[in-house]
């Protein structure tokens, strides 16, 4: 990738507004050097030694002292000649330091600059700079440990042995359609229907290990659902341990959807209480109603929550045709401890009373199972939606080539998919991206990372 001579020299604080023992500036761009050497008054800075210095204003008025280090390009975080000064981590010390860097020329870094200069630069994947904004966010050991593997290349090294795979198979396939038909034929199957399959199945395990990252990053989100009065804000409350969301016998008491966040099993789950599911409802409660079906549809799993004394009724079934099929979901019937069923799982469906907490348990792990997560973590890492669903696309193209292969068709067909599928891969480690990715993930960094 081109390393970018021409660009800005940026700087910005890389330790936290606030006080500290120590304040790190960060200086990164072609300027770099000379505006260090300028402040500091010398030009001795040797390659990643730690030089004591006083930095000085442009008026050669004394700011701070502390230790410059200089990382010349190509080798340093960004790939540019970057400059690190650390200095008295006082508001206005650091301040005074900043301004005086640029008024020698540079200018204060975006959100995110250094790290997409280092993408920019090759010196990262895309998927390693998210886990560097990963791993800053972490707010749990877990999560940390899973975004350093992130950080270290676990997904971009899975990927690339996938990308492998499939450039094999179209040097191969774009090197036969120079050859006759008849000749390709004899081959077809083995030669590409084979390692079609093999990629298939390696996509297929490397989109599961995705999705569990994804899951980890951000939460497995469960949405209850179901009629009013069914009993969803009690589930809600009961699961959560707070009294969050109001709960009456008048059916239609919930309305706005209610959030909350809860760990089974250090696993994080976003827990979702929406409106009764009804035909004639007032405005406000259709709005409720419409809220909960938006909601519905972007779940990892859907909690149906049926009153067992009631039993399931017609308004179920129509209500149930009006969910997202994508979703998977798990009907649930509550208040045994009125309609005398026994607890546990039955055909299917999970019988509880929130009263007597008999079927809570089972509830909690048929969760996690439906995640999906399994102990251990071995050869687990954070992911985003965005990685899984660039694996889903790539899946689906081979999946079309294979179906191609098996009707022998065109090799420029199949080709066509393989090269589609070739870009969505790429687009997880930003081999193949748009301006407008870029923005969106880097602008969500911190400003000095
Ligand atoms: N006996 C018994 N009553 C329950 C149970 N769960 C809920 N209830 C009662 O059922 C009624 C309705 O409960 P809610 O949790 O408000 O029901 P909801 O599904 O949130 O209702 P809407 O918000 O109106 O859609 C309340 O009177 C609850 O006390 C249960 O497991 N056993
Ligand atoms: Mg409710």
Same mark, same amino acid.
């Given at each position: 990738?081109?390393?970018?001579?021409?660009?800005?020299?940026?700087?910005?604080?890389?330790?936290?507004?606030?006080?500290?023992?120590?304040?790190?500036?960060?200086?990164?761009?072609?300027?770099?050097?000379?505006?260090?050497?300028?402040?500091?008054?010398?030009?001795?800075?040797?390659?990643?030694?730690?030089?004591?210095?006083?930095?000085?204003?442009?008026?050669?008025?004394?700011?701070?002292?502390? &230790?410059?280090?200089?990382?010349?390009?190509?080798?340093?975080?960004?790939?540019?000649?970057?400059?690190?000064? @650390?200095?008295?981590?006082?508001?206005?010390?650091?301040?005074?330091?900043?301004?005086?860097?640029?008024?020698?020329?540079?200018?204060?870094?975006?959100?995110?600059?250094?790290?997409?200069?280092?993408?920019?630069?090759?010196?990262?994947?895309?998927?390693?700079?998210?886990?560097?904004a990963d791993l800053i966010d972490s707010q749990s050991s877990r999560a940390?440990?899973?975004?350093?593997?992130?950080?270290?290349?676990?997904?971009?090294?899975?990927?690339?042995?996938?990308?492998?795979?499939?450039?094999?198979?179209?040097?191969?396939?774009?090197?036969?359609?120079?050859?006759?038909?008849?000749? *390709?034929?004899?081959?077809?199957?083995?030669?590409?229907?084979?390692?079609?399959?093999?990629? &298939?199945?390696?996509?297929?395990? *490397?989109?599961?290990?995705?999705?569990?990252?994804?899951?980890?990053?951000?939460?497995?989100?469960?949405?209850?659902?179901?009629?009013?009065?069914?009993?969803?804000?009690?589930?809600?409350?009961?699961?959560?341990?707070?009294?969050?969301?109001?709960?009456?016998?008048?059916?239609?008491?919930?309305?706005?959807?209610?959030?909350?966040?809860?760990?089974?099993?250090?696993?994080?789950?976003?827990?979702?209480?929406?409106?009764?599911?009804?035909?004639?409802?007032?405005?406000?409660?259709?709005?409720?109603?419409?809220?909960?079906?938006?909601?519905?549809?972007?779940?990892?799993?859907?909690?149906?929550?049926?009153?067992?004394?009631?039993?399931?009724?017609?308004?179920?079934?129509?209500?149930?045709?009006?969910?997202?099929?994508?979703?998977?979901?798990?009907?649930?019937?509550?208040?045994?401890?009125?309609?005398?069923?026994?607890?546990?799982?039955?055909?299917?469906?999970?019988?509880?009373?929130?009263?007597?907490?008999?079927?809570?348990?089972?509830?909690?792990?048929?969760?996690?199972?439906?995640?999906?997560?399994?102990?251990?973590?071995?050869?687990?890492?954070?992911?985003?939606?965005?990685?899984?669903?660039?694996?889903?696309?790539?899946?689906?193209?081979?999946?079309?080539?294979?179906?191609?292969?098996?009707?022998?068709?065109?090799?420029?067909?199949?080709?066509?998919?393989?090269?589609?599928?070739? @870009?969505a891969l790429g687009r997880i480690t930003g081999e193949f991206t748009s301006?407008?990715?870029?923005?969106?993930i880097f602008t969500s960094f911190c400003i000095g990372k």
């Open positions: 990738m081109a390393y970018l001579h021409d660009a800005d020299t940026i700087v910005a604080s890389a330790t936290p507004q606030g006080r500290g023992g120590v304040g790190v500036v960060r200086m990164s761009g072609p300027l770099s050097r000379v505006i260090a050497d300028r402040l500091a008054g010398q030009t001795t800075l040797r390659p990643r030694h730690a030089t004591l210095c006083v930095l000085r204003d442009t008026e050669g008025e004394p700011i701070d002292q502390g &230790l410059l280090l200089f990382f010349p390009g190509p080798h340093s975080f960004t790939g540019e000649d970057t400059i690190e000064f @650390q200095g008295h981590g006082g508001p206005v010390v650091m301040d005074a330091v900043l301004q005086a860097m640029i008024a020698c020329g540079a200018r204060s870094a975006d959100p995110g600059e250094f790290s997409r200069r280092a993408f920019l630069n090759g010196k990262l994947d895309l998927s390693a700079a998210e886990a560097i940390a440990k899973l975004a350093l593997r992130t950080l270290q290349g676990a997904l971009a090294d899975a990927v690339a042995v996938l990308v492998g795979a499939l450039t094999r198979l179209r040097v191969f396939l774009e090197a036969t359609l120079d050859f006759p038909d008849e000749e *390709l034929d004899v081959d077809q199957n083995t030669q590409i229907g084979d390692p079609l399959g093999d990629l &298939l199945l390696s996509l297929d395990s *490397l989109c599961a290990n995705t999705e569990q990252g994804r899951i980890l990053r951000e939460g497995f989100t469960v949405v209850i659902s179901g009629r009013p009065n069914a009993g969803k804000s009690t589930l809600l409350n009961s699961l959560t341990g707070k009294n969050s969301a109001i709960v009456t016998d008048i059916p239609g008491t919930t309305r706005d959807l209610i959030r909350e966040h809860i760990l089974i099993d250090g696993m994080p789950v976003h827990i979702i209480d929406t409106a009764g599911l009804r035909e004639h409802a007032d405005t406000v409660e259709q709005i409720g109603i419409e809220r909960a079906l938006q909601e519905v549809a972007q779940a990892d799993l859907i909690l149906y929550l049926v009153d067992d004394v009631a039993g399931w009724t017609e308004d179920d079934t129509r209500i149930l045709a009006r969910l997202p099929a994508s979703v998977p979901l798990v009907k649930v019937h509550t208040k045994i401890d009125v309609s005398g069923a026994p607890p546990g799982v039955i055909d299917d469906v999970l019988y509880l009373s929130v009263v007597h907490g008999a079927g809570m348990d089972e509830l909690r792990q048929l969760i996690k199972a439906r995640s999906g997560l399994q102990h251990g973590g071995e050869g687990l890492f954070l992911a985003r939606r965005r990685h899984v669903e660039a694996l889903q696309e790539a899946r689906r193209y081979l999946q079309a080539a294979q179906v191609l292969c098996e009707h022998r068709a065109a090799p420029e067909l199949l080709a066509e998919e393989l090269r589609l599928a070739h @870009q301006e407008d990715l870029l923005g969106e």
